[in-house]
């Protein structure tokens, strides 16, 4: 998992006229793009210049980007680092990323599908997994209810759609 990219953010328009973009940040906080010099935007690797927060979002600076016109043409690109950057992780802890694709099985080890993505609307993690049939369902992601074990989750099939 190594070689891939993670979004931190995403492009959301620009700002004012001298460059600036605006992000929906896809973390707590612009300090978590401040602590990366370089960072991809839309693919191509870029200088961070400054960031800052804003409401809900962050304003920031990307070297190369200089007026609006280019601030703009930036709008739904994702802002990403490589997987490596990102700080090691402690017990029990997990990156969402790294749940993309996770296959999921029962308590007897029989395949149920796989998890296409994690969502948090504030109640904590959901993972959304995608059986076999193509059917999806939003999975609590609790022990007991689903259990991260050995790169599979497992899952309590009473849970599924």
Do not use: W
């Not at 296409?116 to 995608?130: C, H, K, R, S, T």
């Amino acid at each position: 998992m190594v070689d891939k990219r993670i979004p931190l953010a995403a492009v959301a328009g620009a700002h004012g006229i001298k460059g600036e973009v605006r992000l929906k940040l896809f973390s707590e906080s612009a300090q978590s793009l401040a602590r990366h010099a370089r960072l991809y935007v839309g693919g191509t690797e870029r200088r961070l210049l400054g960031v800052r927060d804003s409401g809900k979002g962050a304003i920031a600076r990307f070297e190369g980007i200089a007026d609006r016109t280019s601030a703009e043409g930036l709008r739904g690109s994702l802002v990403e680092i490589d997987r490596a950057a990102l700080p090691p992780l402690g017990e029990g802890e997990y990156y969402h990323a790294d749940l993309i694709g996770i296959p999921c099985v029962d308590r007897e080890g029989c395949a149920l599908g796989s998890v296409v993505a994690v969502e948090n609307f504030g109640a904590g993690d959901l993972l959304e997994v995608e059986s076999e049939g193509g059917r999806r369902s939003l999975i609590p992601f609790k022990p007991g209810i689903a259990d991260l074990d050995d790169g599979r989750i497992v899952l309590d099939p009473e849970f599924l759609a």
